[in-house]
């Protein structure tokens, strides 16, 4: 698998295993001995039982050797982006007082996509013992960064941070920042993969984001198709069986059989795409499974 | 009984809601055409259709308002445009030149094309509309795919307390007075917060939100009671929510929040339908299954493991259907393909298996 991107930005429609997918992408790469960071952006906390946690904080914790994790909040990085640029506490107190910082992450969207692109900004440039940003031409503190990104349908507007607050914040350092998280994601160093299932929506849908990346100049990764049915020679002509039991076995078989069909046909529609596919693993993804998976990504 | 729900006159509104990639869009459509088949005159608000259902539907670009369903006595189609929406009540609220200014306000495109809360907003507002005309039998809406319950059932008094909060009266009064010259009469900490948000968000930012907020406060006036109107409309008898999931984990844990949700809200939950269920299975026990492994041929082996696993993915399915608490329950059986014509919404069995 190709790690030289170090940003690493994952989507997908909802219900088809983006989050399982990022986190089984970064405990991948910490596996490998990667140090890695996977970030949450959208609050739901899917991320934290998948490490048999309730929840993930606003900090970086370590959820395996090599691998940390954190989930970013927009009102907390506000707070401390307000912080950090004006060491100015009350101000942001002040801020919260009157309702600004709901402003800024709830009714404002462009901003609040700056703040929570702009964690994944700075954790990618890191280096040890220096602010981001800098020229220090050292190590990074992260090998990887991973994000579990918004859902495809909202996926290139969450990216093109630029046109977003172009008309928004037109100087000043939202604006400046804004500016470089675009010239982040349009680099070589970002990648974005995309998570479907082998069926008929959800690829159509990856296909209208790929297009859509694509028209954005922005790099695509892998379309990993999770919940691959494999290929089966299956039948039940025999004489040992009770005829009902037979039928309603042969309807059984019938069934997986045209599920398979159907995927066959969808995944020709991915053809001259980057496509991993992946076994289908039943309903609950436990800590084991997705190590399996990790190591399935490992070997891709 | 959801059939019932259905055929029954005094219904006028059916909400259909649940978590994203439950097929909920098929399910308001079913709901729709099966009504419509009733003689009810239907109209089915859907929000992002597919595309072959959106096609099965005559939707397209421009379907924004209700339009005659092709083949379908009795049956409209609309989708939801929500920027649209936004416009038209600003274009019917404010003068001409007022409805420019706040159309080409940045802070106005910004809000209306991709704030989280707006789509359920304009979802309410347009049902209110439909409503209002005294057109329809029966109006069956397809919420967005919000990720949570509170999203849709929040927005408007978000909205609405957005409107009326400290922040907005704050902000449009430097407007009113023609700028923030105001900072001279303001104490400290509001001072610290103007200069704090010009500094990061540069200072011309202020004037755009200032702008806008002002002119929406004298546009959206009445917001926050039309929001309450439509809100209070739909704890009103004749309105049913319909809440759909899938029978896998996370979709019946947002369904069960969207239950819960519904109940404290004092909103008639009708009941849950269950897309995707199983269809029944060979009458043979695992243990049976595996004894007859024993002398199969490698064909009939796989099947038989096939048949297993189904098995246990059928037992899995009925014990999270089992931890549902609503007033109804119907399940769907999983469709052998995707639904996305007439005939396939025909014949989804909205009578079947009911609880």
């Known amino acids: ?300 | 009984m959801i059939k019932d729900l259905l055929s029954d006159p005094t219904t006028r509104v059916i909400l259909c809601c649940g978590a994203g990639g439950v097929g909920k869009t098929t399910t308001a459509a079913a709901i729709a055409l099966q009504a419509a088949d009733q003689g009810r005159k239907t109209v089915v608000l859907t929000i992002d259709p597919a595309r072959r259902l959106a096609q099965a539907l005559g939707l397209n670009e421009l379907s924004f308002e209700p339009h005659a369903v092709k083949a379908v006595p009795n049956l409209y189609a609309m989708q939801l445009d929500m920027k649209r929406t936004f416009d038209e009540i600003v274009l019917a609220h404010a003068d001409p030149d007022r409805a420019r200014t706040i159309l080409e306000n940045p802070f106005y495109i910004s809000l209306s094309s991709s704030f989280a809360g707006t789509q359920e907003y304009m979802a309410m507002e347009k049902l209110g509309q439909l409503l209002a005309s005294q057109e329809w039998d029966l109006i069956v809406v397809d919420t967005p795919p919000s990720r949570s319950a509170l999203d849709f059932l929040d927005a408007p008094a978000r909205l609405g307390s957005f409107l009326d909060g400290r922040l907005i009266k704050f902000l449009t009064t430097p407007a009113k007075a023609g700028g923030w010259a105001i900072t001279r009469i303001l104490n400290t900490g509001i001072q610290l917060f103007a200069s704090t948000i010009s500094k990061i968000l540069g200072g011309q930012i202020l004037t755009d939100i200032s702008a806008f907020v002002s002119a929406l406060d004298s546009v959206f006036g009445g917001f926050r009671k039309r929001a309450d109107e439509t809100y209070q409309l739909l704890k009103a008898p004749g309105s049913a929510f319909i809440v759909v999931a899938v029978p896998e984990r996370d979709p019946i844990r947002e369904a069960e929040f969207f239950i819960d949700r519904l109940n404290s809200e004092g909103m008639p939950l009708a009941g849950v339908i269950v897309n995707r269920v199983s269809p029944s299975l060979a009458p043979i026990t695992i243990s049976e299954s595996k004894e007859l492994q024993k002398s199969a041929s490698p064909e009939l082996n796989s099947a038989l493991d096939l048949h297993i696993e189904n098995v246990r993915a059928k037992t899995n399915e009925e014990r999270l259907i089992k931890t549902i608490k609503a007033p109804a329950l119907l399940r769907i059986e999983d469709a052998d393909g995707e639904i996305s014509d007439i005939a396939g919404l025909r014949s989804i069995d909205l009578a079947g298996k009911s609880l």
């Open chain 1, 1 to 300: 698998m190709n790690t030289a991107p170090r940003l690493h930005v994952v989507t997908g429609k909802g219900g088809t295993g983006k989050t399982t997918l990022a986190a089984a992408l970064a405990l991948s790469f910490a596996q490998a001995g990667a140090k890695t960071l996977l970030l949450e952006v959208e609050g739901r906390q899917g991320l934290a039982p998948l490490f048999g946690r309730s929840e993930l904080p606003y900090r970086e914790v370590e959820l395996a050797p090599q691998l940390w994790g954190m989930s970013v909040d927009p009102r907390e990085a506000l707070l401390e982006y307000i912080e950090m640029y004006y060491k100015a506490g009350a101000a942001g107190r002040a801020l919260a007082k009157f309702g600004v910082i709901d402003f800024a992450t709830t009714i404002a969207p462009g901003l609040r996509d700056v703040l929570l692109t702009g964690k994944a900004y700075e954790a990618t440039r890191r280096r040890p013992g220096s602010k981001s940003g800098s020229t220090f031409e050292g190590p990074w503190v992260y090998d990887a960064v991973v994000m579990d990104a918004p859902p495809t349908g909202r996926i290139g507007k969450f990216l093109d941070i630029n046109a977003q607050l172009a008309s928004l914040a037109k100087v000043g350092p939202i604006r400046k920042q804004a500016e470089s998280i675009s010239e982040l994601i349009h680099s070589e160093m970002t990648t974005v993969h995309i998570v479907t299932l082998p069926e008929e929506m959800p690829i159509q849908e990856s296909l209208e984001a790929v297009d859509e990346l694509r028209g954005l100049g922005i790099n695509l990764g892998h379309i990993f198709v999770n919940q691959m049915l494999e290929e089966k020679a299956l039948d039940v002509f025999t004489d040992k069986i009770d005829g009902v039991v037979a039928t309603a076995l042969r309807a059984e078989v019938n069934r997986y059989t045209n599920r398979v069909t159907r995927q066959e046909k969808q995944i020709a529609l991915l053809e001259e795409l980057d496509v991993i596919e992946i076994a289908h693993m039943g309903e609950e993804i436990s800590f084991e499974i997705l190590e399996f998976i990790a190591n399935g990504l490992r070997e891709a």
